[in-house]
Each structure stands twice: as C-alpha cells, then as structure tokens.
C-alpha cells in the first residue's frame, strides 16, 4: 500500500501526520479484508467505517487516532498492483463542526489521478 498526499499533509504537524498515516493504515486493512473475500472496493456498500461520505469519487472516512477525531478525504485506486491511497483533504473535527464538508465538496467534480499526479508518496509499506 502507498499513500499519497498534497501539500497541506506536509504542512501539518508531525503528530496529525502520524495519525493521517495511522487512519489510512487501518483503512487499507479493512478494505483489503474485503478484498480477500472477493469484494472488490466498488462494491463495498452498508460499511460507514471505509465510505462514511461519498463526494464525487472520494469518499470519507472517520477514524480516531492519537486523540483527534480525524475526517479524510480519500480515493482508493490501485496502480500496477500496488494499492494506493489518495488523500485530497483532511480535518480534525472538533465538537459539532461540520464546516469540513464544505471543503470536502470541492472535490466532486476532480479526477483522483489528478490530485495523485500532483502528490508525494507520504508512506510506503
């Protein structure tokens, strides 16, 4: 798996950069649970932990890491047959602000190779 981000991932601290990493690490691992039962990640559907929020074709996903409510903005695509993870956005949700879906949906009309061909691999394993 190799995870690729922007700009705003290499801003961020180095605590929210090793949670971001964490979330996507936990992520991958459950969709390739799917994966190992045949289930392609288009056709994961009913599962709020991997596509809790859908936006063009990015999806949300929530995830609690190192103490921060963390919402990411991701696409999933595999690249010769490496899996790779996009992160287009990030936030860290505090209390009952949802002012990160409006980020969110800036995206809806971008292709994920276009936000990949402009990132850096961030992490690799």
Do not use: W
Request: with cysteine.
């Amino acid at each position: 798996m190799e995870l690729y981000a922007g700009k705003s991932y290499l801003r961020a601290s180095k605590d929210l950069q090793k949670a971001l990493v964490g979330a996507s690490t936990s992520l991958y691992e459950r969709i390739q649970s799917y994966e190992n039962q045949n289930i392609p990640f288009d056709n994961i559907y009913n599962d709020d932990k991997v596509k809790y929020d859908k936006h063009g074709r990015f999806y949300t996903y929530k995830a609690h890491k190192q103490n921060m409510q963390i919402r990411m903005l991701y696409a999933y695509i595999v690249m010769d047959g490496t899996a790779v993870i996009i992160i287009a956005d990030f936030a860290v949700k505090k209390k009952n602000n949802k002012e990160y879906i409006k980020s969110f949906d800036s995206v809806n009309s971008i292709d994920p190779i276009t936000i990949y061909n402009a990132s850096t691999c961030v992490y690799s394993c």
